[in-house]
């Protein structure tokens, strides 16, 4: 079939929209309706060029909500209507990973999908006969994508997809950090280095475990307002200060922060958000992307006297058994998602919806197909 998508033909340039040609699903495969996605800062950022893994011709998008056409054989978890969001972290259920209830990191098709290719090595997408390469196994970019079966959380249909496709990334990213790999207990302090869609979702999974004191940290002040609505309790802007804002952050909070993250993907901040945790026992989680080439570092002192590093990748959340679960608690009323739409754009404007995020006017743009 033809569909339309934004084809990212090469690293630095705006996105381009086409009519491609999408191949139907092979054996356990599903073709997806999108009906809506969000822009993520992880798309700029392979669109930049910055990610090692980062491959062109490339269909981007990872954010997204979509409606089941049509599935391969062999396929028997969803069939069409199905309301699905897509998972760039699959749960195949069987592998040692997803055995070793441990991680989210199900490796079941983890190589294929760094390298743009669905599992059995090949491509759907094409133009003119030359193939274009799916990203992170979704490639929401697209009006209609092919997803490997273990890559979809089937949600109820009630749930708006223009809203919970946030659930895809962002949102769940940020609360998954706070509950699942931080574990922040009740009455705890926290610091959160960026209040894009990731920081800001850090701050609801904050309020959700009942954090005494939120510090949001960002060097744009824009940002401060939004944090304030969802529940933060001290803003803080690093240009207003003219020393290291780890330094700042010990001394506002009687020592250092309980818990940390890290929602920018800068290297420098990582060392501030490690080095602004309590000694003893605070915690950093590293949340944002880095470039290829970037390393952190701190004195190993940092460790030695009680801090931890940990990193954490959507949320640790499993997608297709607990994704369905935060579709429910939006339902209920119990999580918020409405807040973090910014703008709403059709996909001939997605090369907007990149600059709105550079200049930092948006928490999340989604495209509405
Ligand atoms: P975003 O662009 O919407 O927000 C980033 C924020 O950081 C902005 O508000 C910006 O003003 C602020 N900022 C930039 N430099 C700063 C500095 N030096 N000090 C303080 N604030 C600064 O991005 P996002 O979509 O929220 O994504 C944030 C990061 O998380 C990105 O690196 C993204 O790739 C990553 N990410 C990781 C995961 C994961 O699973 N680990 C998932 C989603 C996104
Ligand atoms: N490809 C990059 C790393 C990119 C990365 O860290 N991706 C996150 C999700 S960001 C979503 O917005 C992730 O889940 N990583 C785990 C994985 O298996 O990719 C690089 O540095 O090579
Ligand atoms: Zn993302
Ligand atoms: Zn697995």
């Known amino acids: 079939m033809k569909t339309r998508a934004a084809v990212a033909w ?8 086409e009519q491609v040609d999408l191949e139907g699903p092979r054996a356990g495969e599903v073709l997806v309706r999108i009906v809506a996605t969000g822009v993520c800062h992880t798309d700029a950022f392979t669109l930049s060029g910055a990610d090692p893994e980062g491959l062109f011709p490339v269909i981007l998008g990872h954010e997204g909500g979509g409606i089941v056409e049509e599935v391969g054989p062999g396929v028997t978890s969803v069939r069409p209507g199905d309301h699905v969001i897509p998972l760039y972290t699959p749960e195949c259920g069987q592998c040692k990973f997803c055995r070793s209830g441990k991680t989210n990191l199900c490796q079941a098709i983890r190589a294929t999908q760094g390298k743009g290719l669905m599992p059995d090595g090949t491509s759907r997408f094409s133009l003119d006969g030359k193939p274009i390469l799916h990203y992170m196994g979704c490639s929401t970019f697209s009006e209609h994508t092919v997803l490997p079966e273990i890559a979809l959380a ?13 659930l895809g990334c962002g949102i769940t990213t940020g609360i998954g950090a706070v509950l699942n790999t931080a574990k922040v207990t009740p009455g705890s302090t926290v610091a959160v280095f960026g209040l894009g869609g990731i920081g800001m979702s850090v701050i609801q999974g904050a309020v959700m ?11 744009n002040p824009d940002k401060f307002e939004m944090a304030r609505q969802l529940g933060a309790t001290d803003f803080v802007n690093p240009k207003d200060h003219d020393r290291p804002i780890q330094e700042v952050v010990v001394e506002l909070t009687d020592g250092g922060v309980d818990y940390s993250f ?16 309590h000694k003893g026992w605070g915690e950093s989680i590293i949340i944002g992307v880095a470039g290829a080439g970037q ?22 959340v499993k997608g297709r058994s607990q994704l369905p679960g935060y579709v429910d608690r939006y339902l209920a009323g119990e999580l918020k998602i409405d807040e973090f739409v910014s703008a709403e754009l059709p996909l001939e404007q997605i090369n907007h919806a990149f600059d709105l995020m550079h200049e930092g006017k948006v928490i999340r743009s989604v495209i509405r197909y």
């Open 10 to 17: 090469e690293a630095g340039k705006p996105l381009s929209i």
């Open 154 to 166: 089937k949600v109820n249909p009630a749930a708006p997809l223009d809203k919970v496709c946030l």
């Open 209 to 219: 475990a009942r954090a005494e004191r939120i510090l949001a940290i960002d060097t």
């Open 262 to 277: 890290e929602c920018i993907g800068n290297v420098n901040v990582m060392r501030s958000a490690l080095e602004c945790c």
């Open 295 to 316: 390393e952190i570092s701190t004195r190993p002192f940092q460790l030695v006297t009680g801090r931890v590093w940990r990193g954490s990748a959507f949320g640790g």
